[in-house]
Every structure is written in C-alpha cells, then in structure tokens.
C-alpha cells in the first residue's frame, strides 16, 4: 500500500477513532500484574467505571472482545435449556440470539423489520403470556449496531415491572456506553454487556460485564459449563486489586486515560455531543434526499446513522470509492442489508470539524461514485452545528417530529 498523508478517518461505529492521549497513556512498561503498583490500577479504574455505568454494584473485566462479555452474561447466570427471550432488532441481536441457542438454551426471537428497535408493549404482552414464568432472561441490544437504532431501556423495565415478571434483564451497551445515556442501576438492568472498542475509545480488545445482586445471586444455581467466564473468581480477586488471570494490562492504562477524559468532559456533555453531531449528521442524510433507516424519530441512534442507498446502487461500491479517494472508513450493512445500506459513525473521540470532514467525505463519495443525490448535506450540517437555521430546517425538524 502507498503511503497516504493525512489522517485515516475511521467513521465505521467502532473501532473508533482512539485518542492520541490514549494512544499515549499505553504506551508504556507492562507491569507485574500481582505487584503494589498494579492494585492502584485497577482501584481506580473500577471506581470511574462504576459511574460510566451509573451503577453500585460490582463491574467485572474480561481481556476479550464485546462478544466474550455477551457469552459470559448468559453462562454466569443460565442453566441448560433455560428461556431467553430476544428481540430481532438487527444483525447483533440476531447473532446474541443465535449465540444463547449454541450454547443450549431455549431462545426465542421475536422477529423485527430492522428499522425499529424494541417495542415495549410487544415484551410486556409477551411475558404477560408466560404465565408459568418460564423465560428467564430478557436481553436487549440498546443499540443497535446494524441499523442506528436504539431502543428505548427505561420503558422496557416499565414492560417489565408491568408485566410483574421476574425474568433477569440483560442489556448489550457495546456501541451506546458512553456516548448515549446508559443507567444501570435505575433502570434495573441485571447484567449490562459492554466493550472497549466504541464509546470507551480504546482499542479492541476488552469488554465488561455490569453484575446486579439478582444476576449474582441468580449464578448460584446457574448450570452453563464456565471457567474464563466465571465472575465470582473474578469479583473476588477484584476486590483485592486484582485478577485471577493475566488482564489485558496496556489496554488497561489506556481505560484509565479514556475514564479520566470522560470525567473531564463531564458524561452529560458527552452525552450532548453525541445528540448534537447525530442531528447534524441526519440533517445531511435527509438534505442529499437519502433515507435513514432507523424509522422512529424516538429511536434515532446518536452514535451512529444507517442510510438508504437509492435502489439500484450498491453501499459497498461507494464504500470503496470513499476508501480510494478520500481515505476513509464507513460502516459496511450487515446481514440483510448488506450493499443496501452504510453506516456513518459519529461516536468517541470526535467533533464538528471531524463531523463535517466525515460528511465532507460522504458527499464527495457520492458524486464520485455517481449516486443520485442531492448536493447540500454537508452545507445543512454546517448550518445546524454553527446555530443558523437555515432554509427548509424547519420543515425537516417537523418532518422528524412526526417520525
Ligand atoms: C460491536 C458490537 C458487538 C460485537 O462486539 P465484538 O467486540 O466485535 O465482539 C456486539 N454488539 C453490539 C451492539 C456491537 O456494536
């Protein structure tokens, strides 16, 4: 490959972007991951990771990717033929699904168009239904991934609560942790998923679990076979500073640095910039007369967009024309959409200027690329980000507001 100047703008929805203050704060010795030093790691790592959840009780750190994490909120807390009940959101929650039937569970997938995220009165009627209380767990994407959806976690709980089920409450956070709000312990969530590679800004390579006292207690009797994803281990040897088996060390300076910046920005400003960088993004979408794929304006994703292409023109081909020409990565469609959508991530470590060099990029994408379009999108973002109402704006926001 010939060398390309410049910065590579990685706008998939992770790997994100990783910050060079991270990039820095890896950068040094692995230490002995038994010795004094490295207690103080990790007591300060879990102190900040705890408010990034927003929950109490205990987090715990696997040197995996977010797929590990999924794995171990099932086996730590699920016996062999047990009910879980998933919800068809896209192509993450159909593999989550299709990982609980591997490992021998009993889980249903209540099906989805892809454009709309989970519908509360849909899981409360269903549980409703299990009069015998048979399903055992709920889990939920809460972002998804694949279509720039996200559901809406609150009121799932209401369904729940609703409902009076006592199903555990299991939520995939890999793509909305830190970025969109997220509340694990108000909203009663048992295990949240989670992974380094999106919101936390950090390299692949570690992934988390959130652990309610009901998903604890509920791995008491749990008889899913485990070892390397067994949390009482884990948990035990925490409290200590450490862990029952080498962590990922270097990612682990690197969660400390992305944990201080976050704190630094303060979560509801990060909050903030992802919903006002989501909206300029939109606002670009619907100026080139594209669809967004996400249908409910309450369910728009703020880390990331899906969008249409018109029919006839293939993602993939403009994917690689943004690649060739403007040195940039967009998200592929997965699954069932693949060639027929592309995802802009707008999350981590970013801003307007790197928003509107993103959108730059798409737009020159599509006329190089010979997309029918209209030309305007980036102009549109610029307007909203700078404050300018400009032309039409009104009529799009009312547009968004009827959904
Ligand atoms: C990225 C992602 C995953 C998969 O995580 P890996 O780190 O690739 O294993 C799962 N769920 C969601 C919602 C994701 O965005």
């Known amino acids: 490959m010939a060398f390309r100047s410049g910065r590579h703008f990685l706008q998939i929805p992770g790997p994100t972007n990783v910050p060079d ?101 849909a899981l409360e009627a269903r549980l409703r239904d299990d009069k015998r209380q048979e399903i055992k767990a709920v889990g939920v994407v809460h972002n998804e991934t694949a279509t720039g959806v996200t559901s809406r976690i609150a009121e799932l709980r209401r369904a729940i609560d609703g409902a009076g089920h006592p199903a555990l409450f299991m ?30 800004m950090l390299p692949p390579g570690i992934s988390f679990n959130a652990v309610s006292a009901k998903a604890r207690a509920a791995g008491k009797t749990a008889r899913l076979p485990k070892a390397y994803w067994r ?81 006839g023109h293939d993602a993939d081909k403009l994917r690689a024309t943004v690649l060739e020409r403007f040195n940039m990565s967009l998200g592929m469609g997965l699954g069932k959409v693949q060639g027929r959508v592309f995802r802009i991530g707008h999350l981590g470590d970013f801003n307007e200027l790197m928003l509107a060099g993103t959108l730059a990029g798409v737009e020159m994408g599509l006329a190089a690329a010979g997309v029918p379009h209209q030309r305007g999108g980036v102009m549109a973002a610029l307007d909203y980000l700078a404050g300018v109402e400009a032309p039409g704006a009104a009529r799009h926001a009312a547009q968004r507001g009827r959904g």
């Open 21 to 121: 203050r991270v990039l820095r704060a890896m950068d040094f010795p692995t230490i002995d991951h038994r010795g004094p030093e490295f207690a103080r790691l990790t007591q300060e790592i879990f102190e900040r990771l705890k408010r990034v959840f927003k929950t109490a009780s205990d987090v715990v750190i696997f040197p995996a990717s977010g797929t590990g994490a999924w794995e171990a909120a099932l086996v730590n807390t699920l016996s062999p033929g047990d009910k879980v009940l998933m919800f068809e959101t896209g192509q993450f929650a159909a593999q989550w699904y299709r990982m609980a039937l591997e490992l021998g569970l009993s889980a249903e997938l209540v099906p989805g168009d892809w454009r709309h995220g989970v519908d509360p009165a």
């Open 171 to 200: 939520v995939d956070t890999i793509s909305s942790l830190a970025s969109i709000d997220y509340r694990h312990d108000e909203w009663g969530v048992d295990v949240t998923v989670a992974g380094s590679q999106k919101g936390l």
């Open 231 to 311: 949390w009482e281990e884990m948990i035990k040897s925490n409290q200590t500073g450490y862990f029952p088996y080498t962590p990922a060390t270097n990612l682990l300076y690197g969660l400390r640095e992305a944990l201080r910046m976050l704190e630094e920005e303060g979560l509801d400003n990060v909050y903030a910039r992802h919903t006002r960088l989501a909206e300029a993004t939109r606002r670009a979408v619907r100026a080139w007369g594209l669809e967004i794929l996400c249908l409910d304006a309450r369910e728009y994703s703020n880390t990331l967009t899906a969008v249409l292409m018109p029919p």
